[in-house]
């Protein structure tokens, strides 16, 4: 026979309602008289912990295996949301740091880095429309640079922007733009990567046979276009690029007070050329993402790794349930003898579960910490874990154990007090 | 030895549906392991699709161009001089661009990948079928063939259709397999002739070279940086697969993430593995006690459940190789990423399975000892 609980503290009657060392919220005299109640209270919770806890420590080795599997389990969906949540940000970081209401592309734009470009007179043409307050032009181009005096060569994002104005949100953007108006200088990217050359303020460059230094940071690092970035005024791109300086790859719009955006887009799209489309700033961060989440295979690989930790978790916890119901009929057999309603039984169950699972959660968190502030500071994504994050692992985390409770638990109902004699 | 396993498969085989049930939990890990693999080699074998396509001995690219993702050019004068280098019987020059393609379900312009070349049916540059075929197709008329593999963002192209390639309509001339990476969604194919048209200055991306029969590939290749300014690297086509993937692997996480990813369902395969054995053997200690108390040793115990260990093993590695099939398939067509099972994968995984299952079974021993015979009276 397996060790079980009632063998090292056997459950006693008493006048007062107490079974062995727990007090139960109800009097035993009602469940028998046919008073059942399915879900515990709060105050029968002490005991189904309790019971649930003596029980899983019963056999620390297994329970130290399970707790670990579902560690393991919930540690990858940690990581698969937290890269997914991060990498979702960083695709628009760049629109992030600007203010705008509209965005103006060229008709082939499926991501911010298209090759396409398109005449600035759009810009013109949106404010004759009365919607709107400004207009700014942002290129984007990606180039091969001369690194200075080494000759490697790195490959960059070059980013032409216009004065300010109003538009500029990012402080390091803004305070690039006096440093630029220096000639033969840009600002780099601090979260390049090696392979764009050194990015330190004094470091030169050489592209399209013209050397730059660069004389100022700010942070963008996103390496899934290039391997670093730097910014240049929009008048200095076209020398830089062999771009028509005529054209820009993304025309920003701000909107007057109090119009709508998707009338504005409406009426903008309605007054420019053919080869243009418009999007309100929404649309665009919906379509930049849907682009890297539905378009690439990142999201679907994401997607079906987060689907099958969810089913280890849950099987693992199941299979924990499964074997200490199946191994304690006996003792849930006493528990009805002597009176105990389902609310004990069942909720024993589920504080199993919930100890098994939440078990596990707690070194998922903890590693997923660890790890995640090395992820961040290797790819500088923002994959710091974050309170939505946790809150949303603890939702997930109390769905497995319900829902593996749930499957599980019923088959106490089997334990038969009459197999006792 | 033999009465040992007997007794183990004995206990195992009895109940046919716990059988499946604890194969199916032993499963799990298998399939994680392979799922894991799986996307790492797909990711791997669709960024160096190229080099595994190339019909030739050897490739000659820009030393620049560190990996296939790279778009710097050779000069085109390069490729008659390699062709004049001792050994070379042919070279094929390969262009390779970006062109906007308007699908023609939602008019929307996307950015699809175009590799063009002499539509030579003998020196086709890639294998995309049959040569005949192909080389037929490009030579007969303007168009392109449309690489049916490509991501639906293109929408529903098929042979005849005139599709706008860059705003210019022009005709479909047929389908061939290829497949995108996680960079590029879609290719289509053009003749050097149709692309030089349209792009006269284009310099090729690469040379393929087809060596003279006899001819050596180490001095063909010395032969051709010799004969070249000295700015181009020869690969043989398995080389240049090999740096592809090095590339990728050096340049991406990705080896780390799948890597944490097959390490996990280890782990999670040897828990479950033990989660199994020990309910097995807590459900069978009544029996084991008997047999203690009649006089087997512990080791004989230990050898049925180790045997048991290994049984499951098997059992449950061919229940997540069916599973894993499946899913490969499922996501490969989602993905379009060339995802499948293969021989050395395979092997990797059964043994990773071995080793769990029997770390497994030997935490589960110390199950065996709460089997007392006292109990039984």
């Given at each position: 026979m397996p060790p079980f609980i009632a063998r090292r503290r056997p459950p006693v009657e008493s006048p007062s309602g107490d079974v062995g060392a727990y007090r139960l919220s109800e009097p035993l005299a009602d469940s028998s008289a046919g008073?059942?109640?399915?879900w515990p209270l709060l105050r029968d919770l002490k005991p189904c912990v309790s019971v649930a806890v003596a029980n899983l420590f019963d056999q620390r080795a297994r329970l130290i295996a399970a707790v670990s599997g579902v560690a393991v389990s919930l540690f990858l969906l940690l990581l698969q949301i937290s890269f997914v949540t991060a990498f979702s940000q960083k695709v628009t970081e760049l629109y992030d740091d600007f203010d705008f209401d509209i965005v103006i592309v060229p008709d082939s734009y499926q991501i911010m880095l298209s090759f396409d470009t398109m005449n600035r007179i759009v810009l013109d043409i949106a404010r004759a429309t009365g919607d709107v307050a400004d207009t700014y032009g942002l290129n984007v181009d990606v180039l091969r640079w001369k690194i200075v005096p080494t000759d490697a060569e790195g490959r960059s994002m070059l980013i032409g922007i216009d004065a300010p104005a109003g538009f500029v949100r990012d402080k390091a953007i803004r305070d690039a733009w006096p440093v630029l108006r220096t000639p033969h200088t840009l600002v780099s990217d601090r979260y390049s990567q090696k392979g764009a050359g050194p990015v330190t303020p004094g470091s030169v460059v050489e592209i399209n046979d013209e050397r730059l230094t660069m004389r100022g940071q700010f942070k963008l690092g996103q390496f899934f276009y290039s391997e670093g970035a730097a910014l240049v005024r929009n008048v200095d791109f076209p020398r830089l690029t062999g771009r028509d300086p005529r054209n820009i790859s993304i025309g920003l719009v701000k909107l007057n007070p109090g119009v709508s955006p998707e009338k504005a887009r409406e009426d903008i799209a309605a007054a420019l050329p053919s080869g243009t489309r418009v999007l309100t700033k929404s649309q665009l961060e919906k379509q930049e993402r849907a682009y890297f989440f539905s378009t690439k295979p990142i999201g679907f690989i994401m997607d079906i790794s987060m689907i099958i930790s969810c089913l280890i978790g849950g099987v693992i916890i199941l299979q924990v349930l499964s074997t200490e119901i199946a191994n304690r009929m006996g003792e849930y057999a006493v528990l009805k003898a002597i009176g105990a309603g389902p609310a004990l039984i069942y909720g024993i169950g589920l504080s199993q579960a919930a100890v098994v699972s939440f078990g596990g959660l707690a070194p998922a968190l903890v590693l997923g910490w660890l790890v995640l502030a090395v992820v961040q500071m290797g790819t500088h994504l923002n994959t710091g874990l974050a309170l939505p994050i946790v809150l949303e692992m603890c939702g997930i985390t109390a769905v497995l154990a319900a829902a593996a409770a749930a499957i599980v638990v019923r088959r106490v109902d089997r334990a038969d007090p009459a197999s006792l004699y | 030895m033999g009465e040992m396993v007997l007794l183990g498969l004995r206990l195992l085989v009895h109940d046919k549906r716990r059988l499946f049930a604890m194969s199916a939990s032993i499963a799990v890990g298998v399939v994680i392991m392979f799922v894991q693999l799986g996307l790492l080699e797909g990711i791997l074998d669709a960024q160096a699709i190229v080099a595994r396509l190339v019909r030739g001995d050897l490739m000659v690219m820009n030393q620049a161009r560190v990996d296939l993702q790279h778009w710097d050019t050779m000069d085109p004068y390069e490729v008659a001089q390699i062709a004049a280098a001792p050994g070379v019987a042919k070279v094929t020059p390969v262009y390779e661009d970006h062109v906007g393609l308007t699908d023609p379900d939602g008019n929307n312009i996307r950015r699809i990948i175009v590799f063009a070349f002499p539509p030579d049916a003998d020196s086709l540059p890639l294998d995309l079928g049959d040569p005949k075929k192909v080389s037929a197709a490009l030579e007969g008329a303007d168009g392109f063939l449309y690489d049916v593999r490509s991501r639906p963002i293109y929408g529903q192209i098929r042979p005849g259709m005139n599709i706008n390639i860059d705003r210019n309509p022009l005709p479909v001339l047929g389908l061939v397999r290829m497949g995108p990476d996680i960079i590029n969604d879609g290719n289509i194919f053009m003749s050097e002739g149709e692309w030089l048209s349209r792009r006269p200055w284009a310099h090729p991306i690469m040379a393929v070279v087809r060596l003279a029969p006899g001819a050596s590939i180490d001095k063909v290749r010395k032969a051709i940086v010799e004969q070249t300014p000295g700015d181009v690297a020869v690969y043989t086509p398995a080389q240049a697969r090999e740096r592809e993937i090095a590339s990728t692997l050096k340049s991406s996480p990705i080896g780390l993430i799948f890597g944490v990813g097959v390490i996990a369902g280890m782990v999670i395969g040897a828990i479950n593995g033990y989660q199994v054995l020990y309910t097995e053997v807590s459900d069978h200690l009544t029996q084991l006690a008997t047999l203690k108390a009649i006089g087997f040793a512990d080791r004989f115990l230990h050898g049925a459940i180790m045997a048991q260990a290994l049984a499951l093993s098997g059992t449950g590695f061919i229940v997540g190789v069916l599973v894993a099939l499946g899913l490969d398939a499922y996501v490969a067509t989602a993905t379009r990423l060339p995802i499948h099972i293969d021989p050395r994968t395979a092997a990797f995984v059964c043994a990773a399975n071995l080793v769990t299952c029997a770390l497994a079974g030997g935490l589960a021993l110390r199950r065996v000892g709460a089997a007392d015979p006292a109990s039984l009276y």
């Open positions: 008073t059942r109640r399915t | -």
